[in-house]
């Protein structure tokens, strides 16, 4: 005898329940770590220029001084080898020299621009901007836990969408006054269900974003639509070097921060391989000539055959510019911003720019420190709700349904999840497995 519809319903319901449930309190604990380190990243320079401000901010006094002088200072009182120079991004802030000592360590020197005083150094932290914010980075991406921790946070982030989507689904009025817009339980596990329902709603957008944006850092997926991007002409930019010789350095070693869709691909070599190089000074007259926004760094060569690279990526992802000069002649060898690149390599710029707060100022950053925080409040929710519901002795996991063909409408859905997003899928495989070996148990029993 056929199931009625409103069976099969409520059985898949209850499925979608149990999934949801197990799912939140798997990656709960990586979701925290993302809300919480996510929320402190967004306001990395803020941070910085408050811890660090004897080192960044200056009084303006005239005229500053030449780069070559700037760069000599801190060589002076730091002797090593200059490895990048940052000019002041205003008249306050002070210019950054990137200096390679002899113990193999590389060190960020602040220096005055009006008198050439070096006002300290700190470890270079490259894109994060200091030691501080370098740690909470690595403790975003888990890269402390190596390759397993970024394949961990990519998964809690694919399931993070879907975790949002069944959530959608359970909200869903169904003719029983579920669906609440509004917290209306007073006290209790009912005000923590609300809440948690509430929240997702409002947010969940918010929430999706950050995932979907989150992503191209990541190991496997990112990988992949890095690959799929350029395969399809949509990443860099068509005529990538032309003709140019190129090196095997990646363009992510030599720059703190690079073009997303572009940071695996290897710098150009200079035409010749001996000669006179330009000075730090003539580079930044050419770079600054060709309009390149304040912000930027400049990058030594490596080696006799290596090029300067000046690159900027500032908080209005459209003045972002990379720019490859030959050391010898000053030659531009490559010159490209974001609108030469593809249009996913566009999307996939704009997206990371929003994802990190810099698009539309501070708007930007406490919209998306909502969202981490109703993000920490899903999983604190989730908990708590979790903590009241569960049976003494018992992790208080919603019934498996007894229907058969849940389990194998289940399967389908993680093989068709597997296809966007390979470790949830590979993940949602697992609990499947688990799911059926339960359930044939069960039956078995049943029959007994």
């Known amino acids: 005898m056929k199931d009625s519809p409103r069976a099969a319903s409520a059985a898949l319901y209850r499925a979608v329940w149990r999934w949801h449930f197990i799912a939140g309190l798997l990656v709960l604990p990586f979701v925290l770590i993302l809300a919480v380190t996510g929320g402190i990243y967004l306001f990395k320079d803020e941070i910085n220029d408050a811890a660090y401000s004897r080192l960044r901010l200056v009084e303006p006094a005239g005229a500053m ?6 760069a000599s200072s ?19 802030r002070s210019a950054e020299v990137d200096i390679l000592g002899a113990d193999g360590l590389k060190n960020s020197i602040y220096v005055n621009p009006y008198s050439g005083e070096v006002l300290g150094s700190l470890w270079d932290a490259g894109a994060s901007g200091s030691p501080a914010m370098y740690v909470v980075r690595k403790l975003h991406s888990l890269e402390y836990v190596g390759w397993l921790g970024n394949r961990l946070i990519e998964a809690a982030a694919g399931w993070m969408v879907l975790l949002v989507g069944t959530g959608i ?4 009025p169904r003719g029983k006054g579920l669906g609440t817009t509004r917290i209306k339980a007073r006290r209790g596990r009912p005000w923590w269900r609300d809440l948690h329902a509430v929240t997702g709603l409002y947010t969940g957008g918010f929430i999706v974003f950050l995932a979907m944006t989150g992503l191209p850092w990541s ?5 992949k639509f ?5 395969a399809l002409g949509l990443g860099m930019p068509e005529g990538y070097w032309s003709d140019l010789p190129v090196s095997t350095v990646p363009l992510s070693e030599t720059v703190d921060r690079a073009p997303w869709i572009i940071e695996k691909q290897p710098v150009p070599r200079s035409q010749a391989a001996s000669g006179v190089p330009q000075t730090l000074d003539e580079v930044v007259r050419t770079v600054e000539a060709r309009g390149l926004v304040p912000g930027y760094s400049v990058s030594m060569p490596a080696g006799p055959e290596g090029v300067f690279t000046a690159s900027v990526y500032p908080d209005d992802i459209t003045h972002e510019r990379v720019i490859h000069l030959d050391q010898y002649s000053g030659a531009v060898l490559y010159d490209a911003g974001l609108a030469d690149l593809g249009t996913l390599g566009r999307w996939a710029e704009w997206g990371i720019s929003v994802h990190m707060g810099q698009e539309w100022g501070r ?3 406490l919209v998306l420190l909502l969202a981490c925080l109703a993000m920490v409040g899903l999983c ?8 009241k519901r569960r049976p003494a002795g018992s992790l208080g996991v919603p019934q498996m349904p007894t229907d058969a063909r849940i389990p194998r409408g289940l399967l389908v859905i993680a093989l068709a999840s597997g296809a966007f997003f390979p470790l949830v899928g590979l993940s949602m495989l697992g609990l499947a497995t688990v799911e059926l070996a339960l359930h044939l148990r069960a039956r078995r029993q049943r029959l007994a």
């Not at 001084?65 to 700037?70: C, E, G, N, R, V």
């Not at 689904?169 to 869903?172: A, D, F, I, R, S």
């Not at 890095?226 to 350029?230: E, K």
């Open 226 to 230: 890095y690959d799929t991007a350029n």
């Open 65 to 70: 001084l030449a780069p070559s002088q700037i």
């Open 169 to 172: 689904y359970l909200w869903w």
């Open 363 to 365: 708007i930007n950053q």
């Open 219 to 223: 190991g496997l997926w990112g990988s």
């Open 74 to 92: 801190a060589l002076a009182a730091h002797p090593g080898t200059l490895r990048a120079y940052t000019p002041p991004a205003a008249a306050d």
């Open 380 to 387: 604190v929710s989730g908990a708590v709700m979790w903590w």
